[in-house]
């Protein structure tokens, strides 16, 4: 058979397969091993890098767009010069992972626009790059999602926003949650206590959770389980959404509004 014929047939092969990368690289991958004399070993070995290489990309994009994250930016694309009350250092080294396999919790604090949500989207691209499954909600969505389960009688564990190795929850503070709702919300984090780990972003300090979420007892069980093993950083900085107009205002301290 000619090289033509085989070259084909092997592309028909890859393509069956569905080793898309693999064939769409193959005939450059043939004649740069040619070239440099290179072995059959690292003939194979290349063409495979390539092929995983693709997959694993597709794989994070995938996850990334169901993820339910509301955009999606890395810790690359954060201005620490912003935020310099921030350590940086310490924020830093929360994307080593290591608080997921040891089940901790992360907490953000600070008025809006101070980059929370930012940072826990950068912790979940990380997160979701290492292979690790997440899941992003916002404070709203997750006490809706929870009332639904609960109404129709579902346990909800089945669900990603229960079972995902690292869970988001974003704005949790800017609605008030009645005891029912409260209730809920205890479940889902003694749920996760010890055994996933939760990221959770609030414009309100803890001292103000008992006023938002009504039983006091309950909140109380919620903090202690959430802050038992956890990382809690406090941005007191300005609003990156007004950097410009913070500058032309002659750089007064934003406090209202998001
Ligand atoms: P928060 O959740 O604290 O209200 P966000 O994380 O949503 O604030 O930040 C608001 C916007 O400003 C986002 O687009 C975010 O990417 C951007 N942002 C905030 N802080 C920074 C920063 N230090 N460097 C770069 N972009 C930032
Ligand atoms: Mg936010």
Same mark, same amino acid.
Request: glycine share 6%; charged share 30%; proline share 2%.
């Given at each position: #058979?000619?090289?033509?014929?085989?070259?084909?047939?092997?592309?028909?092969?890859? %393509?069956?397969?569905?080793?898309?990368?693999?064939?769409?690289?193959?005939?450059?991958?043939? &004649?740069?091993?040619?070239? *440099?004399?290179?072995?059959?070993?690292? +003939?194979?070995?290349?063409?495979?890098?390539?092929?995983?290489?693709?997959?694993?990309?597709? &794989?994070?994009?995938?996850?990334?767009?169901?993820?339910?994250?509301?955009?999606? @930016?890395?810790?690359?694309? +954060? $201005? =620490?010069? =912003?935020?310099?009350?921030?350590?940086?250092?310490?924020?830093?080294?929360?994307? $080593?992972?290591?608080?997921?396999?040891?089940?901790?919790?992360?907490?953000?604090?600070?008025?809006?626009?101070?980059?929370?949500?930012?940072?826990?989207? %950068?912790?979940?691209?990380?997160?979701?790059?290492?292979?690790?499954?997440?899941?992003?909600?916002? #404070?709203?969505?997750?006490?809706?999602?929870? @009332?639904?389960?609960?109404?129709?009688? @579902?346990?909800?564990?089945?669900?990603?926003?229960? @079972?995902?190795?690292? /869970?988001? /929850?974003?704005?949790?503070?800017?609605?008030? !949650?009645?005891?029912?709702?409260?209730?809920? =919300?205890? &479940? =889902?984090?003694?749920?996760?206590?010890?055994?996933?780990?939760?990221? !959770?972003?609030?414009?309100?300090? +803890?001292?103000?959770?008992?006023?938002?979420?009504?039983? *006091?007892?309950? /909140?109380?069980? !919620?903090?202690?389980?959430?802050?038992?093993?956890?990382?809690?950083?406090? !941005?007191?900085?300005?609003?990156?959404?007004?950097?410009?107009?913070?500058?032309?205002?002659?750089?007064?301290?934003?406090?209202?509004?998001?």
């Amino acid at each position: #058979m000619s090289d033509t014929l085989v070259l084909e047939r092997i592309e028909a092969n890859l %393509a069956r397969l569905r080793l898309t990368r693999m064939g769409e690289v193959l005939s450059d991958t043939i &004649r740069v091993c040619e070239e *440099q004399a290179k072995s059959y070993l690292s +003939f194979l070995d290349d063409l495979l890098e390539e092929e995983v290489a693709r997959k694993e990309q597709r &794989r994070v994009e995938t996850t990334l767009k169901i993820s339910g994250l509301p955009f999606i @930016k890395t810790i690359d694309e +954060f $201005d =620490f010069s =912003f935020q310099p009350a921030l350590d940086r250092r310490s924020v830093m080294s929360l994307f $080593d992972l290591t608080f997921v396999q040891r089940k901790e919790n992360i907490i953000f604090l600070g008025p809006p626009g101070v980059g929370k949500t930012h940072l826990a989207v %950068a912790l979940a691209v990380k997160a979701c790059q290492s292979g690790i499954s997440i899941s992003f909600t916002t #404070m709203e969505d997750l006490i809706a999602k929870l @009332k639904k389960d609960h109404a129709s009688g @579902k346990a909800g564990n089945a669900r990603s926003y229960y @079972k995902s190795a690292l /869970v988001i /929850v974003d704005e949790v503070g800017y609605t008030p !949650i009645d005891r029912h709702e409260c209730n809920l =919300f205890y &479940r =889902f984090v003694a749920n996760r206590y010890e055994k996933a780990s939760t990221i !959770i972003t609030s414009n309100k300090a +803890f001292s103000d959770w008992s006023e938002l979420f009504t039983d *006091q007892v309950i /909140v109380t069980a !919620i903090l202690d389980r959430l802050l038992h093993h956890s990382t809690v950083i406090n !941005i007191r900085g300005n609003s990156y959404r007004l950097k410009g107009k913070l500058q032309k205002e002659g750089d007064k301290t934003y406090e209202h509004g998001q």
